[in-house]
């Protein structure tokens, strides 16, 4: 398993909830159990206690994207560094469900948790899966998405560092409202008559009742 895959635990629990819109979908232990994806095992030592545990986690999550998100760098390390040390893993070279052609394994890092309960496993995964894209791309990829009221997490891999939005459909979205807003800026922008507008244009006489 690719290191970076640890990265999208910390993506998927900050995006269980979105302040300003009120929402927050991770209020059960089924909710906490589908963050897991396909680590069944994982997921089946979720319990009732782990619904507010992992809202904690995810609070403190969210704040490490919050300060690279406004450039503070310094700040977002500090809270990063705070979970690593509260939920320590243990790297381990594995070779399991990855074969090449000739049968051999496919060595590859691997994480390994020793939690006490769900929520430890998880947040520890997450917070080594985040520092690890964090010191290999830099803070500044870290980011919130920029489409009102959205705010979503997500990890800029882009070639130029160019991310702004959590998604396609809040880039669209975006660059809908933008568009809108020149529109509306244009319309409202004088002309050489000192009107505005569509009153400018109609305090202009029509060419039928200027003509004789």
């Known amino acids: 398993m690719e290191l970076a895959y640890y990265s999208d635990y910390a993506v998927r629990l900050v995006n269980t909830e979105e302040p300003v819109r009120g929402k927050d979908i991770l209020t059960s232990i089924e909710a906490v159990r589908d963050l897991f994806g396909g680590n069944q095992s994982a997921a089946r030592r979720a319990t009732e206690a782990d619904v507010t545990r992992f809202r904690s986690v995810r609070a403190r999550l969210r704040a490490v994207f919050e300060a690279a998100d406004s450039g503070d760098e310094t700040l977002a390390v500090d809270l990063l560094n705070s979970l690593l040390l509260e939920f320590p893993v243990s790297p381990q070279i594995s070779g399991h469900d990855f074969r090449d052609d000739d049968g051999r394994p496919l060595w590859h890092m691997h994480l390994a948790d020793h ?17 690890f894209h964090l010191t290999e791309y830099g803070v500044d990829r870290l980011g919130l998405c920029e489409a009102p009221p959205c705010r979503n997490a997500y ?17 669209t979205r ?37 003509e004789r």
């Open 174 to 210: 975006a660059n809908v409202a933008a568009y809108r807003a020149r529109k509306r800026l244009e319309a409202a922008r004088p002309d050489l008559t000192g009107k505005t507008g569509l009153a400018a244009d109609s305090a202009q006489p029509s060419r039928a009742s200027g």
């Open 115 to 131: 939690p006490s309960n769900a929520t430890a496993g998880y947040a520890a995964i997450a917070a080594m899966g985040l520092a």
């Open 155 to 171: 990890l800029d891999t882009s070639t130029n560092r160019s991310r702004r939005y959590c998604s396609d459909r809040c880039a």
